[in-house]
């Protein structure tokens, strides 16, 4: 994960995993979009899965645990509030 840009209300972070790899389980404390630029990925909750293909997007509420499984080698941005955090929740 990589800090793009930032303003007085928003970040934009760059992510890019490889195939068969996962951004492993967090939380955004805040509303998170994740919008797709190549690949694919599986965007999976506790409860649904959602898959996210290149030109597409998903809004992620605050708060709710979730973890990245990809599918193909997967570019993308997330956008939040400037102030908002993602924190990972399970061991390395």
């Known amino acids: 994960m ?4 930032e303003d007085k209300n928003v970040k934009v972070v760059q992510v890019a995993y ?3 790899t996962n951004m492993r389980r967090h939380v955004a404390t805040c509303d998170a979009y994740l ?3 190549e690949g694919s990925a599986l965007l999976i909750y506790a409860d649904e899965q959602l898959e996210v ?3 597409s997007f998903a809004m ?4 709710v645990e979730h973890l990245l499984k990809v599918i ?10 400037r ?4 924190n990972f929740t399970d061991e390395k």
């Not at 990589?2 to 840009?5: D, I, Q, V, Y």
């Not at 992620?60 to 708060?63: K, L, M, Q, T």
């Open 35 to 37: 919008i797709a630029e």
């Open 2 to 5: 990589e800090n793009l840009t």
């Open 53 to 55: 293909n290149a030109g």
């Open 83 to 86: 102030d908002g955090l993602i």
């Open 18 to 20: 490889a195939a068969s």
């Open 72 to 81: 193909q080698d997967f570019k993308g941005f997330i956008v939040l509030k």
């Open 60 to 63: 992620i509420p605050a708060n």
